[in-house]
């Protein structure tokens, strides 16, 4: 997506940051063990010293010499690596511990700029860092199914609240195991405090924590960020468009809490539109049910929900009043 120069800047400054720390350890680790293993050192002293020996006898044509230092640089490895088994270490320990082993933290591989810098730009614009923290307690190693009923029932599934919830887990890490192969977006809609945004949150944590670029948005902000692109030509709103369009997953928290009108109709079916074109998932959560749904979205935008969202509908009390009621 188009970032302003200062921008880019931020975070090409936080790239070389990156690189800075994981030259320091690497620099760090390798003093550490020399000190620990003095030969250590001389072995890779003697093998720069003869690999440069080597390529100057390369140069004047003495093969005779030549094999004799291919002897010694072969008898200097597995000397070193003798001594790095007895330590406990191979050789991924002196490399630098880079936050993004696929471009090395600089950003970008072959020209092209990594996914880790598409994340951060995401990061910067729409300022995502509080959805991150969230992430920490809202994510699938902390989800608790006690807080649905296992008596309630869905008369028309015949399951029970709680039987709905694992089942609503279950779809959903399907929707995360084929998130690469198969295009398909996600509904999640029932009654308030029932679970919907911390599954989607659950889901984001595990698509982020694989390298993919995700955009959090309440209903409101997203059509308040629509509205500055569309009648106030706000520069920088106009530039998020395209990475609303491209990022790998958009999640739409809690539509219908914003104030509904022929311009947020006609917006949400552009921006969903325009994502299932582009085979980008999106994640909807709401209170609506799909009658009101209906009602209030229009029939069009309705018909493409319908027709390209697994539904997940979860029902039972409100787990927020109950997690309330337990720590008084």
């Known amino acids: 997506m188009p970032l302003t120069n200062s921008q880019y800047n931020e975070i090409q400054r936080q790239y070389d940051a990156r690189q800075l720390r994981s030259l320091r350890i690497q620099q760090e680790r390798k003093a550490a063990v020399y000190k620990k293993y003095p030969r250590l050192q001389e072995l890779d002293d003697l093998t720069a010293s003869t690999s440069v020996q080597s390529a100057r006898l390369l140069l004047d044509g003495d093969k005779t010499a030549l094999s004799s230092l291919k002897q010694s640089l072969s008898d200097y490895r597995r000397e070193r690596e003798a001594i790095l088994a007895s330590a406990g270490l191979d050789e991924f320990y002196f490399m630098p ?118 955009i959090y948005f309440t209903a409101f902000q997203l059509f308040e960020l629509l509205e500055k692109h569309k009648f106030q030509k706000d520069t920088e709103a106009s530039a998020s468009m395209q990475h609303i369009f491209d990022c790998d997953l958009l999640i739409i928290d809690d539509l219908g809490t914003e104030l509904a009108n022929s311009f947020t109709v006609s917006q949400l079916f552009l921006c969903l539109n325009e994502r299932i074109l582009r085979k980008k998932a999106t994640i909807i959560s709401t209170n609506l049910g799909l009658d009101q749904l209906n009602t209030v979205y229009s029939e069009r935008v309705f018909s493409r929900i319908v027709s390209s969202y697994t539904m997940i509908k979860l029902f039972g009390d409100d787990i927020r009043l109950q997690k309330r009621k337990k720590t008084k």
Do not use: M, W
């Open 97 to 214: 511990p880079y936050t993004c082993p696929d471009c090395q933290d600089t950003g970008y591989i072959n020209d092209r700029r990594c996914h880790c810098f598409e994340q951060a730009a995401i990061d910067l614009v729409y300022t995502q860092s509080n959805i991150k923290k969230i992430l920490q307690e809202e994510n699938f190693s902390c989800y608790c199914f006690d807080y649905y009923s296992q008596t309630k029932r869905n008369e028309a599934t015949g399951l029970t609240s709680r039987e709905t919830a694992q089942k609503a887990v279950r779809e959903s890490l399907a929707f995360i195991k084929s998130f690469d192969t198969e295009f398909n977006n996600l509904f999640l809609y029932g009654d308030t405090g029932t679970g919907k945004t911390f599954l989607s949150n659950c889901i984001a944590k595990e698509l982020l924590d694989t390298s993919h670029s995700v």
